[in-house]
Structure formats: structure tokens, C-alpha cells
């Protein structure tokens, strides 16, 4: 996935334009009905139809804080804490305990402030589509036949695909405030779910083209302001290293040199100035050295300039993305061929007769960013032994119901009584199958936090076993729940990790960017190194 290029400065100038006014009305205030009812939706947000748009309001203004405004006060502890680390904020044992003292420090750092929310949400355009790829801004202008100028850089492409935003609504009869699918028209269903892929947020499981829509809509603010900070935690990282290699050229250049850089910017050298206070002139004059008018020889040695940035950060954005690719293809590489079938099967994806398992697996990657389609017999493989015998309780299979009521069954017996009794609800439809898909709707909403947290050790070996996966010699308990936890991510989401929140993915960008950052460094202390060598030769002759 290639994220987006956009550099600091237009980011700056968005903030500026927002930052400075305040609404004294909400953003839904204005938005159309069908909006509202969008918006609800897309949050889960239960509401009676039919209903009046007062009624819509109301409840849009009564969960609005909570989603759009302040959305951190409905994560739990452990993200809270993951948030406040990313900031460089270390909590204590006793706010660990006290999620209300947590909320109140994540409110301190986040992203930004109430009025500054609301006007975002009346300017939807000017950010909505700033986490697309260069392919998916080009797909749009093409399809709706918006000219760009060649070549098509992201910023024009960016310009134009704004510029045209509300026109292409209204041509499809649409509304643009809060849009609808409408303006997810060119994305095909891997391209939205390897967008929450990318920005670490999970799909919903099963899912649909119109869930995964609502899912990107849903977050694309909070993945918006995530994606500015880094390109300008980038930037500005950059440009402090770019200022150190600068450091250490000033300090390899010679009188001559130094003589020469204030010339030609214009830097007045007074009679008698002596070589350390020449460079003292030069650094006071950072504002040049780091521009365009830095000597041939230095610029040789900078390497990449802070102009390039925004191309660096979005290259350590798509080396994390590609991480979690290599991972998740290197964990499928050790499955069994059951588990490749059931994986292609949970996707309604055909696997043809006597495939061999090279074959399975080049269908599992190329499917990686493809969400599960409904439910299916393997859907209870992950369930707790207690879950299991309600299911098989409740199932209304007479067959089921004795497997439940087996005293000593182990939980390979009772998976195996429930996936039979969904095979057979499953061919028989009706309100049989209702009922299943009903239960299975509530009780992976439950499962989600603790999977594996109460199986034991044989339990999780043969889950295990199930993947073709090999138990390392001496593997604690805890050691293996991680290890099944893995592989259940993967079987479940692909590429993407349910755990894995927005904030992983900057921890994991900002890692690739601190090695480019590093990287220049060295550039730099090698190019200082033999300058001042070159100079040493040349006083020695």
C-alpha cells in the first residue's frame, strides 16, 4: 500500500486554516438526512425507521463527542497506555489502574482540540482524501474525467481530485459533507481492506463491501491526523540531523570555503574575522546552509535534502506495510493444507480440484487483504470450552445438545459436535441458520479480548497441530497463546492484526524512518571525514 506523499508544509497550512475559527454549531447541524443516518450507521449507532430528522439529530448529537470528537474515552487501558507511549508519555503503576486518570493525560496530547474537530468535520474534502494512494487518486480523477497535467505529481492530484469533490457528488446526485459510497466508487473491496490493513484498523469479520466502506469512512480522520503527525515527527527529525551533518561539514571547511558560502548568500564578513567566527557566522545563518543555495560539496555529502522528506517518510511507510506482508506470508508458509482450504473457504474464494499446497498458498497471498465473507464451520475453532457447550446447548441440534451434555468431552470433541451442527443448520437454512449466525454474531463480539486466555496447554498444542505448526522444545504457556494468538490473526484478518491499533503502525514507521535518518548520518560523517582528510594532505604538501 503506498500512503500518502503529501509534505509537511501543506499539512501546516490546512492546520492554520482550521485552527483559527470556531463553530459554534455542530458540523452535522448542516448535513443531510441520509447523512445523519450514514453517520449512525457507520458508528453503530442504533435508530428507529422511520424517523424525522430532528430525532436523527439528536441522537448524531447525543454520541458525537464519543466518536468524532474525543474518541479516546471509549478505548480501554492498554491502548490508552499505548497511545500516551507513542507520545513519549510514561504513565505510572497507579494511572495504569485508573482509566479515568488516563483519559484525562491522553486528552492533554491528543491530536487536536474540540473546535478544531468540528471544523474538520465541516471541511471534509480538504483531508478525506489524504491517506489515498497516488493509483487510487489517479483511478478517481480518470473515472470521473478530472484532467491532471502531466506529470501527475500527488500534490496536483491531490488539488484536482479536491477541486472536483463536491462537482462529482452532485453529478451522482449524491451528498458530500459526510459522503457515501459514491466516493468509494473506483476501490474494490482488497483495496478498502488492505487500507485498514495498512492503517492498522481490523475489518469487520464477516464483512461487506458496504462495512468495509463504513469502516474506512469511520476512521479516516483518526488515521488523517496519525499519518500528518508522523510526516511531520519525520520532518522535523530529519531536519535536526540534516543540521548536525551541516555541523560537521562547517567544521571541515576552510577559511576560502567559508568565505565563499557567505558571499554567495549574501552574508556580510566583517574586516579581520577570525575562522571560528566565521563559523559561528555560517551557523547563524542555518536558514541557507539547510536551502538550495548550499555549495556543490556539501550537497554531495547531505545526501537526501529535507525537500525530500515527505517522499522518505512515505518509503519507511511502505517498508512497515511490506513487514507485515513478509510476515504474514512467511506464517502461512508452515500451514497445513486444511488450514490454506479453510482460509480461502472463510472468503467464498474457489479452490480447484487437486490444487497442490504451493498452488493454496499463492491463492492465500494473493487473497491476503481479502475479509471473510460470512460465517463458517471454522469459525468455531477459536471459541473458549465454556462457549462451545453453550452454543451446542442453545443449538436446537438434538445431536448437539448430547455433545454438550458429555461429561469429560474434550473441546476437539465439542468444536467438532458444533461445526456439524452449523454444516447442518447451514443446508437447512431458514430460521434454523438465522439462529446460529445470530449466536455466533454475539459471541465472537465476546471471544474478541481473550482468546486462548483460558485453554490449556494440550488445548493450544493441538490447535497448533491443526496449522501444522511445531511447538518449540520448552515452550511456557504464555509462549504458545502468543503463538496460536499469531496464527489465529492470521487465519482471521490476513495481513492485518486486530490488536494491532494506528498507533503500532506510526511505532513501526517511525523505526524505518529513524534508519534512513541514521543512514544520512553516517552519509555525513563519512563526507566530513574525508574533507577534513583531504584538508590534512593538503597542509602536510
Not at 499539512?11 to 486554516?17: K, T, Y
Not at 556543490?296 to 522528506?309: H, K, Q, R, Y
Not at 451446542?392 to 454438550?404: C, W
Not at 524512518?513 to 560523517?525: D, H, K, P, T, Y
Request: aromatic share 10%.
Amino acid at each position: 500500500m503506498r500512503i500518502l506523499k503529501a509534505l509537511l508544509p501543506l499539512a501546516l497550512v490546512a492546520d492554520a486554516a482550521i485552527g483559527s475559527s470556531w463553530f459554534s454549531n455542530a458540523a452535522y447541524n448542516k448535513w443531510h438526512e441520509t447523512e445523519l443516518e450514514r453517520w449512525l450507521s457507520d458508528h453503530d449507532v442504533p435508530y428507529p425507521t422511520p424517523s424525522d430528522r430532528k430525532d436523527l439529530e439528536k441522537l448524531v448529537e447525543k454520541n458525537w463527542d464519543t466518536y468524532a470528537v474525543t474518541p479516546y474515552k471509549t478505548w480501554d487501558a492498554a491502548k490508552l497506555n499505548e497511545y500516551l507511549k507513542q507520545k513519549g508519555i510514561e504513565t505510572k503503576q497507579a494511572a495504569e489502574a485508573n482509566k479515568d486518570s488516563l483519559v484525562a493525560q491522553v486528552q492533554n496530547y491528543w491530536y487536536e482540540s474540540e473546535d478544531k474537530a468540528q471544523s474538520a468535520w465541516s471541511n471534509v474534502k480538504d483531508w478525506i482524501l489524504d491517506t489515498w494512494t497516488d493509483s487510487q487518486l489517479k483511478a478517481f480523477c480518470d473515472h470521473h474525467g478530472i484532467p491532471v497535467p502531466q506529470p501527475r505529481k500527488r500534490d496536483t492530484l491531490l488539488a484536482k481530485a479536491r477541486g472536483a469533490y463536491e462537482t462529482v457528488a452532485q453529478k451522482a446526485g449524491e451528498t458530500a459533507a459526510y459522503p457515501g459510497d459514491w466516493l468509494y466508487e473506483t476501490w474494490s473491496e482488497s483495496d478498502l481492506k488492505e487500507w485498514l490493513d495498512s492503517h492498522g484498523y481490523p475489518a469487520p469479520q464477516p464483512t461487506s463491501r458496504d462495512k468495509l466502506i463504513a469502516a474506512v469512512r469511520r476512521n479516516s480522520r483518526l488515521a488523517y491526523l496519525t499519518l500528518q503527525e508522523q510526516v511531520a515527527s519525520s520532518s522535523e527529525t530529519a531536519h535536526k540531523a540534516y543540521a548536525t551533518l551541516t555541523d560537521k561539514l562547517i567544521d571541515t571547511w576552510g577559511e576560502s570555503q567559508l568565505k565563499e558560502f557567505c558571499d554567495k548568500n549574501g552574508i556580510g564578513v566583517p574586516q579581520g574575522t577570525k575562522l571560528n567566527q566565521l563559523r559561528a557566522l555560517v551557523r547563524k545563518h542555518r536558514a541557507e546552509i539547510l536551502g538550495d543555495t548550499v555549495t556543490a560539496s556539501a550537497a554531495s555529502a547531505f545526501g537526501a535534502a529535507t525537500s525530500n522528506i515527505g517522499s522518505n517518510a512515505a518509503k519507511a511507510t511502505d517498508a512497515a506495510v511490506q513487514t507485515a506482508q513478509d510476515a504474514f506470508n512467511k506464517a502461512i508458509n508452515a500451514w497445513s493444507e486444511t488450514r490454506l482450504k479453510a482460509y480461502l473457504d472463510a472468503r467464498g474464494i474457489p479452490v480447484p480440484q487437486a490444487s497442490k499446497v504451493d498452488e493454496l498458498r499463492a491463492l492465500v497471498r494473493k487473497h491476503s487483504h481479502k475479509a471473510a465473507s460470512g460465517w463458517s464451520a471454522w469459525t468455531y475453532d477459536d471459541f473458549t470450552y465454556d462457549n462451545l457447550k453453550s452454543y451446542l446447548a442453545s443449538s436446537g441440534n438434538a445431536a448437539a445438545e448430547k455433545a454438550s451434555e458429555k461429561a469429560g468431552a474434550t473441546r476437539e470433541e465439542l468444536v467438532e459436535a458444533a461445526q456439524s451442527a452449523y454444516a447442518s443448520a447451514s443446508s437447512a437454512g431458514g430460521s434454523s441458520y438465522a439462529s446460529v449466525t445470530s449466536y455466533l454474531s454475539q459471541a465472537t463480539d465476546n471471544v474478541k479480548a481473550s482468546t486462548f486466555d483460558s485453554w490449556s496447554e494440550s488445548e493450544l498444542k493441538s490447535y497448533l497441530d491443526s496449522y501444522g505448526i511445531p511447538v518449540p522444545q520448552g515452550s511456557t504457556l504464555n509462549e504458545l497463546r502468543a503463538l496460536a494468538r499469531r496464527q489465529w490473526t492470521y487465519f482471521k484478518y490476513g495481513t492485518s492484526t486486530p490488536t494491532q491499533t494506528v498507533f503500532a503502525v506510526l511505532g513501526e514507521n517511525v523505526k524505518s524512518g529513524w534508519n534512513w535518518i541514521m543512514e544520512q548520518l553516517s552519509i555525513g560523517a563519512g563526507a566530513a571525514q574525508k574533507q577534513a582528510q583531504k584538508q590534512k594532505v593538503h597542509k602536510e604538501l
